[in-house]
């Protein structure tokens, strides 16, 4: 897999940048190298600032 590989050439985190990517990766870490889920980092974003809308 992609995301081994590039943890293993020592990626610090591994962003999934496609909608797609998420539902193939499950994790929250593969080895060392955390796992960035950015649709979910978007829809967290969007959240908090619709907050502030109100």
Do not use: F, H
Request: proline share 2%.
């Amino acid at each position: 897999m992609a995301a081994t590989y590039l943890s293993r050439k020592g990626a610090q985190a591994v962003i999934l940048g496609c909608t797609e990517i998420p539902l193939a990766i499950q994790y929250d870490k593969i080895e060392d190298s955390l796992i960035i889920d950015a649709t979910t980092v978007l829809a967290r974003a969007l959240i908090r600032e619709s907050k502030k809308m109100n």
